[in-house]
Structures are given as C-alpha cells and as structure tokens.
C-alpha cells in the first residue's frame, strides 16, 4: 500500500511540476500551409503570475506582433490575438516538451507545434532595401493619443540632423502593420521612406496601434480610429524645431489612403497628400467586389453569390444589437456559404472554422465602419494638392474603377491641384509584376517600382 501511494505521489508531483513550470522564453514551430513552410516564433515574458507574448511570423519577415492576452493553466497555453486575428491553443506533452496545438487565423487552421529556443533566419534582406549607416538623419520616437490613452512608436528620418526639412507621415494599409508596412518579406514603407529622404523629403512612419512598439488595442479600432492616431502624428510633428510645419504632407497606401482624407479634413496642417492604391468608391461595393475577385472557392450562381453577400453586408451594418446581428448573420452564413463549401468536399470541421472566421471579421467595429465608409464624401472636400497613384494589375483595388471614384469626387469638389495616374504592369504594393494576384508579392525581387518613388517625389518636390 505504501509502495502504491509512494508512486501516486510521484506521478501526481510530476503532473504538478510540469503544468507550473516557468514557460517563459522562445518557442519556435513550422506548420505548411499548401506547399509553404511557414515558420512562427513565440517570445513568451512572465511577470509576477501573468504571461505576455510577442510573435513573428519569420516566413514573411513579420515581427512585433502583440496578441492581447497569454494563459497557461493545467498543462494548456492559451495565446489570444483577437486584437490582431489570431488565436493559438496547445497542450503541453511531458514527454517531447513541446505543445501541441492548432493556429487559427481568420478561417484557416493549421497544426502548429513549439518547442523551446529560438531560430537563426537566414538573411533574406531585398536588394533595395537600405543599409546602414545611413547619409541621412534617423532618430526612434514615441508620441501620443491622448484621447485614446495610447504611445505610438516610430521612425523620424530627416535629409540631417541640422535643418528645418518638409515631411509627410506614412499611413499603413489594413491589418496590424508594422512602421515599415512589412508584408511577405518586404518592407515597402522602409525603401520609401528611404528614397523620399534622400530626395530631401523627411518621413514619420509609426507601427500601426497594439503592434509592434505602439500600444493600444488593433482589434477593436476603426478607420476613423486610426485617422486619429495620424492627427497625433501631426500635433508631435508641431512640436520639433527641425520640421517645416507648414509642409507636412499625408503619403497613404491602401486603406491609409482612406485614412488621409479623413485626416486632412479634421486638420489645417496638411499641405498635400499622395494617395496609393486608394479607393475611390464606398466600403461596401469594395467589400462585393474583392469576395467576388479574391475568393479562392468556385460558385455556379456568380449573381446569386453577389445577392447573398450583400444581404451579409445589410445585416452587419443594420441597427440590431450585436446578438442580434450574429445569429442572424450565423443563420445566413450556414443558409448561404455551408452548401457550397459542402459540394466542394470541404470537411465539416474547415467549414466550421471558416465560417466561425467570417463571423469575427465581421462582428469587428472595424469592418461594421468600413462598409458604411465611402471615402469620396472625404475626398470630394479636399481642398489641397493630391495625386492619386494606381497599378494597372492591382487585382485589391481595381484601379480603373477606384480612380474614376477618385477623380470625380476630386472635380465635384472643384479641387485645383490634382494629378491621378495609372501605373503600367504594377500591382498594389507597386511592384513590377506579371499578374498582380497575392501569391506573386513575395516571389518577386523588386519591392518598389524606381518608377513609382519617382512620380511621388518628384510631384512633392514641385508643390514644398
């Protein structure tokens, strides 16, 4: 009997052991998606009883990543990034030492798998990517949201460090973004900026807020949020000696160009603005558009695929309390997108998950804002100079429709001083592309068209 105890003891000592271990520190972990090999990496902090973590995602030089809240509690780590879309769960195995779980991001699952320490990434730096020591003037900042209690963190370059020089704030495309806008291992923000500088042009570019060095919530903010961050850019610019305060200038990429607008309107220290890869028409008909264009799945019915997912939009942008906006939107998901996904011999499980990730996008404030948001009502009052830069096979944002958009909110507003073109054969990171489509980004070399940063900076360069 006492041999028997003496073992329970043991066991029950190890399992105790085991699931209160410090857990703090590097796990690493490779998952496939299709044919990619993407590689995670969890830094993990402990302090007093509560757990942080930062993530990169090295495959596609992502880092700085900061999910809203860690748990481990018998044997389970829990690391909730709904701030940012994402969400690992995993239990800890005595014997390998790892966790075993599963990544959700949106509504894809992947098995993932992290064991301890940390991994050496190859360099895989790209050719235009700028390499220190810079010739011009770099300094790291943080300022403030007041109003929203939070510090966004950054990079000021300016052509020196004496000097009173003109500079315009990088504003980030959707998605928690970093200060360099990485995507895909790129870091477009980053070659821009370094080219605009030294073309005497000083840039502030910041991490998006909740990421990187920024703090705040990403996941529960708006465009009209993020407008405001980009006004607090503009109050720290006020405040330096060695900024030209009235040449402070807008550059936004994406939905930055929607965040522009909004910015320049509720502000009377922007001098002009360059919108790229903007769109011109409202958050909705985007919204119809790219579930058409991007959708990875085939339907019979493109007509009726369009009807549903308008009523999809109706019922997220209604006046129901949000109860109500998701048993129905969870009643026309399994009306509407489970039979197709089902004749395609999706397993049950991926259209779960697939669906429950259209649920969260949809809930977001961001997206409920988003679809009601029709950024010509902005541009139409723009009353300083714009140009609007497009890539012929951008296949997010049409450029054609999205600038005709553009264009005519821009001559109902009777602005003066505008300049829209259509870049040839670039897609809508303005990369030299053969087709445009998501999947090409990170195979191609270049990361900025020569001939796009010098349509941007030559256009600043007559109007400072």
Same mark, same amino acid.
């Given at each position: 009997?006492?041999?028997?105890?003496?073992?329970?003891?043991?066991?029950?000592?190890?399992?105790?052991?085991?699931?209160?271990?410090?857990?703090?520190?590097?796990?690493?972990?490779?998952? &496939?998606?299709?044919?990619?090999?993407?590689?995670?990496?969890?830094?993990?902090?402990?302090?007093?009883?509560?757990?942080?973590?930062?993530?990169?995602?090295?495959?596609?030089?992502?880092?700085?990543?900061?999910?809203?809240?860690?748990?481990?509690?018998?044997?389970?780590?829990?690391?909730?990034?709904?701030?940012?879309?994402?969400?690992?769960?995993?239990?800890?195995?005595?014997?390998?030492?790892?966790?075993?779980?599963?990544?959700?991001?949106?509504?894809?699952?992947?098995?993932?798998?992290?064991?301890?320490?940390?991994? &050496?990434?190859?360099?895989?730096?790209?050719?235009?990517?700028?390499?220190?020591?810079?010739?011009?003037?770099?300094?790291?900042?943080?300022?403030?949201?007041?109003?929203?209690?939070?510090?966004?963190?950054?990079?000021?370059?300016?052509?020196?460090?004496?000097?009173?020089?003109?500079?315009?704030?990088?504003?980030?495309?959707?998605?928690?973004?970093?200060?360099?806008?990485?995507?895909?291992?790129? &870091?477009?923000?980053?070659?821009?900026?370094?080219?605009?500088?030294?073309? =005497?042009?000083?840039?502030?570019?910041?991490?998006?807020?909740?990421?990187?060095?920024?703090? =705040?919530?990403?996941?529960?903010?708006?465009?009209?949020?993020?407008?405001?961050?980009?006004?607090?850019?503009?109050?720290?610019?006020?405040?330096?000696?060695?900024?030209?305060?009235?040449?402070?200038?807008?550059? =936004?990429?994406?939905?930055?160009?929607?965040?522009?607008?909004?910015?320049?309107?509720?502000?009377?220290?922007?001098?002009?603005?360059?919108?790229?890869?903007?769109?011109?028409?409202?958050?909705?008909? *985007?919204?119809?558009?790219?579930?058409?264009?991007?959708?990875?799945?085939?339907?019979?019915?493109?007509?009726?695929?369009?009807?549903?997912?308008?009523?999809?939009?109706?019922?997220?942008?209604?006046?129901?309390?949000?109860? @109500?906006?998701?048993?129905?939107?969870?009643?026309?998901?399994?009306?509407?997108?489970?039979?197709?996904?089902?004749?395609?011999?999706?397993?049950?499980?991926?259209?779960?998950?697939?669906?429950?990730?259209?649920?969260?996008?949809?809930?977001?404030?961001?997206?409920?804002?988003?679809?009601?948001?029709?950024?010509?009502?902005?541009? @139409?009052?723009?009353?300083?100079?714009?140009?609007?830069?497009?890539?012929?096979?951008?296949?997010?944002?049409?450029?054609?429709?999205?600038?005709?958009?553009?264009?005519?909110?821009?001559?109902?507003?009777?602005?003066?001083?505008?300049?829209?073109?259509?870049? @040839?054969? *670039?897609?809508?990171?303005?990369?030299?592309?053969?087709?445009?489509?998501?999947?090409?980004?990170?195979?191609?070399?270049?990361?900025?068209?020569?001939?796009?940063?010098?349509?941007?900076?030559?256009?600043?360069? &007559?109007?400072?």
């Amino acid at each position: 009997m006492k041999t028997r105890l003496t073992l329970i003891i043991v066991f029950i000592v190890s399992i105790v052991s085991a699931y209160s271990q410090n857990i703090s520190g590097d796990w690493n972990g490779e998952t &496939k998606r299709g044919e990619k090999l993407i590689t995670f990496v969890f830094k993990i902090e402990q302090e007093d009883s509560k757990y942080s973590t930062t993530m990169s995602v090295p495959t596609f030089r992502v880092s700085g990543i900061k999910p809203s809240t860690t748990t481990f509690i018998d044997g389970k780590l829990i690391i909730d990034g709904s701030n940012v879309g994402m969400r690992y769960e995993g239990v800890y195995n005595r014997d390998t030492q790892q966790f075993e779980g599963t990544y959700k991001e949106g509504g894809v699952e992947l098995v993932l798998i992290l064991k301890r320490g940390t991994i &050496k990434i190859a360099n895989s730096r790209r050719p235009q990517e700028p390499v220190k020591p810079y010739t011009y003037y770099e300094e790291e900042v943080v300022f403030k949201n007041t109003e929203a209690k939070i510090a966004l963190a950054g990079t000021l370059t300016l052509p020196s460090k004496n000097g009173k020089f003109p500079v315009v704030i990088l504003i980030s495309g959707s998605g928690p973004q970093d200060r360099d806008e990485s995507f895909m291992g790129h &870091k477009p923000f980053l070659v821009l900026a370094d080219h605009l500088t030294k073309q =005497g042009i000083g840039v502030l570019r910041f991490d998006d807020r909740g990421h990187g060095a920024s703090t =705040g919530d990403f996941g529960n903010a708006t465009t009209e949020d993020f407008s405001k961050d980009v006004l607090s850019a503009i109050a720290y610019l006020k405040t330096r000696n060695d900024v030209d305060v009235k040449q402070i200038g807008l550059i =936004g990429h994406s939905e930055g160009g929607i965040i522009a607008p909004l910015v320049a309107n509720n502000s009377k220290d922007v001098a002009f603005m360059v919108l790229l890869a903007s769109t011109g028409i409202s958050g909705t008909e *985007l919204s119809v558009m790219q579930s058409k264009t991007l959708r990875q799945f085939p339907v019979k019915d493109e007509a009726a695929y369009e009807k549903n997912t308008r009523k999809a939009i109706a019922i997220v942008t209604s006046n129901n309390s949000e109860s @109500e906006i998701k048993e129905e939107l969870t009643n026309h998901y399994n009306a509407f997108l489970r039979p197709i996904l089902t004749s395609l011999n999706v397993p049950k499980e991926k259209i779960n998950a697939f669906i429950d990730g259209q649920l969260k996008t949809s809930l977001k404030p961001w997206s409920r804002y988003f679809l009601q948001y029709n950024p010509a009502n902005e541009i @139409e009052k723009l009353q300083i100079p714009v140009l609007s830069l497009n890539g012929s096979k951008d296949t997010q944002v049409n450029a054609k429709l999205n600038q005709e958009g553009i264009r005519n909110a821009l001559i109902k507003g009777e602005n003066k001083d505008y300049k829209i073109v259509e870049l @040839e054969n *670039l897609n809508h990171f303005f990369q030299e592309c053969e087709t445009g489509k998501m999947d090409e980004y990170r195979k191609i070399e270049q990361t900025f068209s020569p001939t796009a940063l010098k349509e941007i900076s030559n256009w600043i360069l &007559k109007r400072i």
